[in-house]
């Protein structure tokens, strides 16, 4: 069924594609019929982040940017779902053209640049769904905001969602938000850490209740500078990374159509540089800090391959547009299999 979907969906343009999709998963998630539409995975659950999973499969942020299809996405089966990445302000995004499907690679290509109708669209969507399973936020930065005074958008950000959301993502690795990656090096990233960790302090204090937060991160980086990565959210007492983001290299695309189009790689290419990172992880967290691993799980044998490289969970984003959800039920199975 999904194999004909996704032939008429394909006939649209991506971004045309996507909103239709969101809108026909959002409308099944409110008539209750997604869950009839996908068999339920195996039950798998597992406790990371002080949270408790229904499985460890999750969407990843990006799909539903605005909290639209909270519902309908859990009923497909994610053990977790993950909106945004939200800004304080709505925010257009880059122009159009911004996405490129690359099938022949089972890739994407993006430069949408935060395109969200802000936090407080969000917020009304979230209170509007019916969800109670493990809920993620991610925030980032408005495309106006100085890098400089970035911090002010990611605290703004976190007062909002704090009490809504069960953990809250940090996006400082979009590579179509200028000026944003260079927060995840050196000085300007123990400064963001430190006052997040701060305000979550206060947070907590405020609301009796703790959230925790991961910090996403790129793939482009070396195993030195993921390495110095790892040091400040150990130092800062960050409670997860999710590894990783899209990639700005086109390997294993080069020659294709769109595959000289400016924004980030997804799917299938980016597979080996995320596994990678993830390891690199692994070995310098030494099990201190959990690892949510994200990028190119097109198959059930690559969320068990992220898993074993040293992965709590992981997410799925492009897979999911091209093998539909059926992948979540495959992914989650491979899982299971990895461990008996």
């Known amino acids: 069924m999904y194999n004909l979907a996704r032939e008429l969906l394909f006939k649209l343009s991506p971004e045309s594609s996507h909103e239709l999709s969101i809108d026909l998963i959002g409308a099944g998630g409110r008539l209750g019929l997604n869950a009839w539409l996908n068999k339920a995975p195996t039950s798998l659950p597992v406790k990371v982040m002080g949270l408790e999973f229904a499985n460890p499969v999750g969407l990843a942020a ?7 299809a909270i519902d309908g996405f859990a009923q497909l089966g994610f053990g977790f ?29 993006n430069r949408m640049g ?19 399973g493990v809920l993620g936020i991610n925030i980032g930065k408005n495309f106006d905001t100085p890098v400089e005074r970035a911090v002010d958008d990611y605290l703004l950000c976190l007062d909002k969602v704090y009490v809504h959301a069960s953990y809250v993502t940090v996006n400082v690795s979009s590579p179509n938000t200028p000026g944003l990656r260079s927060l995840q090096f050196g000085d300007s990233l123990k400064q963001l850490l430190e006052a997040l960790r701060q305000r979550q302090e206060q947070l907590t204090a405020a609301h009796g209740r703790r ?5 996403k991160i790129a793939p482009d980086m070396s195993d030195e500078e ?5 040091a400040a959210l150990l130092e800062t007492g960050m409670d997860a990374v999710i590894a990783t983001n899209t990639t700005l290299s086109r390997d294993g695309v080069k020659g294709l159509e769109f595959a000289d189009e400016a924004g980030g790689l997804s799917g299938a290419p980016v597979r080996d540089k995320s596994t990678h990172t993830v390891k690199v992880l692994a070995g310098e967290l030494g099990g201190r800090l959990p690892i949510i691993a ?12 992220k898993i074993a490289a040293g992965a709590s969970l992981v997410q799925i984003y492009s897979g999911f547009i091209y093998k539909g959800p059926a992948l979540i039920r495959e992914a989650v199975d491979a899982i299971l299999a990895a461990r008996t």
């Not at 909106?83 to 022949?104: A, C, D, Y």
């Not at 969000?122 to 019916?130: E, F, G, I, N, P």
């Not at 959230?211 to 910090?215: E, K, Q, R, S």
């Open 211 to 215: 959230v925790p937060l991961a910090i």
């Open 226 to 230: 993921t390495a110095q990565v790892a």
């Open 114 to 132: 935060f395109n969200n109708h802000g936090v407080d669209h969000l917020l009304a969507r979230v209170q509007a769904a019916k969800f109670k």
């Open 294 to 305: 994200v990028g190119g799980i097109t198959e059930g044998a690559h969320a068990a391959q």
């Open 81 to 109: 779902v993950e909106i945004g990445t939200v800004t304080p302000r709505p925010q257009p995004g880059n122009p159009k053209p911004r996405l490129f499907r690359l099938p022949e690679a089972e890739a994407i290509i």
């Open 62 to 68: 990006g799909l539903d940017k605005n909290g639209d």
